[in-house]
């Protein structure tokens, strides 16, 4: 079957501008895509904008649903540096940019209400 995305309002993105800040991030462009053709499947593409980052850091994603129950949660995509793969934005290799992805099923007939990403320094 073919896929076939539909966007997602970001409105439905919760993030802490203030905290992304602290961290060095001075913004986010991001792209939500939904697969409704098989059991609902979200990708989430990103670019983090700044010019460096006070430390390494994880994006942590938690997925709700209309009651306000978590459905999922996780961490962005694994991407490789130099032979190791990680979880982790490399404060030594960030760049303005920066390209991070999620992606997450729910089941069949949950509607999400929302998604919260949180960027943390790693460690904390």
Known sequence: MEKQYKRVDLKKIERSIS?????????????????????????????????????????????????GDIITKGETNRYGVRGLVTHRIKKAIFYDGFPFSIYFFVP????????KLEIDECGK
């Open 19 to 67: 905290k992304e800040k602290s961290l060095g991030i001075e913004d986010i462009t991001l792209y939500v895509l939904k697969d409704e053709s098989s059991e609902p499947f979200y990708k989430i593409y990103g670019e983090l904008h700044g010019k460096t980052l006070v430390s390494d850091i994880i994006i942590t994603y938690f997925v709700y649903d209309n009651d």
């Open 108 to 115: 069949r007939g949950v509607e999400v209400s929302r998604i």
